[in-house]
């Protein structure tokens, strides 16, 4: 027998699709029986980001000394002078002037050809200008070798025309002084078999000669050792004066330093951009950013920073504080003990001059006075006195 069943009820899980959008989360949370409350205390206004860090380059070593250039070398002076063009060959004044007036038809065949704007016209007649003005100053250099030529041509003109009584002159001369020179020694021959001499007298009259000769001789020889010791002293100042004038440069550099920069400054602040005039606009701003811009490089060897128009831009760029501090304290000390060095030496430079020319003076007198002074010696021995000619 079949029991009826009871009915089923169907749980709300079950017979009916449920929605999921019904099934709305708790608003404090799973498991949350209130709302916190919010601390009053606590700042909850979100705050932005602080912005990603930009770290300032690494500033630039610091530029090292100029280094001083060698001074050109002292010219030869048993060189024949030339007169040579930009080309290195010899200046005949006909090139140059050929290479002038070509210049010049060169500018006007331009001139002819262009048919630009009156400022292109202006240009070139200013070069038409300069050729001409350079043809100019060439032909008067052309002429002064033309006339210095015809001087030399006449003088030597006239000294051919005197050659053979020149040479008959001097041949007349020549022999006249052999024929002298002859009588002299024949002379010298018969008075001295005339004089009644011992030989101990002789060799105190050869004594009293060498004596006076040796003076003369030692003061010769100090005489050419003051003259190498000034050409070493003014070697000495010459090198030290060019090494405190290369100081005194840049001492002056650095104090004017910021004096330059500030000119510059006030100069890229005092030009004035009107936006209605664009081109001129666009030359300004060019001229602002070469004031401010810097022609240092990474690696480069810092000469830019001594140039005498260094620009705003360069001058950030090489000399931070520190240096500047370094560089301007460098170059101070440096010319201050140049300063010195250039006074002492100065002052030993003008007394070896003073010595040599006391020693010119001295070997001076002792030549004058050399045969007043050998005679001298000569009765200070006893040479012919009343005990030499005993035996």
């Known amino acids: ?18 929605n999921p959008c019904d099934q709305k989360p708790h608003p404090c949370g799973p498991g949350d029986p209130k709302p916190k409350e919010p601390d009053p205390c606590q700042d909850t206004t979100p705050k932005p980001k602080p912005p990603a860090e930009n770290p300032c380059p690494p500033p630039k070593a610091c530029p090292p000394p100029p280094v001083k250039p060698c001074p050109p070398p002292e010219p ?19 090139t140059q002037q050929t290479a002038a007036t070509q210049e010049l038809e060169q500018a006007s065949a331009q001139d002819a050809e262009s048919g630009g704007t009156l400022g292109n016209h202006l240009e070139q007649l200013n070069e038409q200008l300069k050729a001409a003005q350079r043809r100019q100053m060439e032909c008067a250099a052309l002429t002064t070798s033309i006339t ?23 041949r007349q001369f020549f022999e006249f002084m052999e024929r002298e020179r002859s009588a002299l020694s024949c002379s ?3 008075q001295r078999c005339q004089l009644k001499l011992t030989d101990w007298q002789k060799t105190c009259i050869a004594k009293a000669i060498a004596k006076i000769d ?20 003014q070697l000495t100042l010459n090198s030290i004066t060019g090494e405190a004038e290369w100081a005194s440069k840049w001492n002056d550099f650095f ?6 920069i500030k000119a510059q ?10 936006p209605g005039k664009e081109c001129e606009a666009w030359f300004f701003l060019k001229e602002i950013e070469t004031i401010i811009g810097s022609l240092r490089s990474d690696g480069d060897d810092g000469q830019v920073c001594y140039a005498p128009d260094i620009t705003l831009g360069t001058f950030l760029d090489c000399w931070a504080p520190d240096c500047y501090t370094a560089a301007y304290e460098y170059w101070l000390i440096k010319s201050n003990d140049l300063e010195v060095a250039k006074k002492n030496a100065q002052i030993a430079y003008d007394s070896a001059v003073k010595r040599v020319s006391d020693l010119t003076a001295a070997l001076a007198a002792l030549v004058k006075d050399r045969r007043a002074a050998i005679i001298k010696e000569i009765t200070t021995a006893g040479c012919c006195g009343p005990l030499s000619k005993c035996p």
């Open 1 to 18: 027998m079949i029991q009826p069943q009871a009915p089923q009820t169907q749980s709300p899980t079950q017979g009916s699709t449920s």
């Open 265 to 274: 400054y006030d100069d890229a602040k005092a030009i004035k951009i009107d």
């Open 76 to 94: 030869d002076p048993c060189a024949p002078a030339k007169q040579t063009t930009e080309a290195g060959q010899e200046d005949d004044g006909v």
């Open 188 to 190: 010298i021959h018969a």
């Open 255 to 260: 104090k004017s330093l910021q004096a330059t």
């Open 214 to 233: 040796a003076k003369i001789g030692k003061a010769r020889t100090e005489l050419a050792s003051g003259v190498a010791d000034v050409k070493k002293k």
């Open 148 to 170: 210095d030529l015809k001087g030399r041509i006449d003088l030597l003109q006239k000294t051919v025309d005197g050659q053979q009584k020149t040479a008959d002159d001097y």
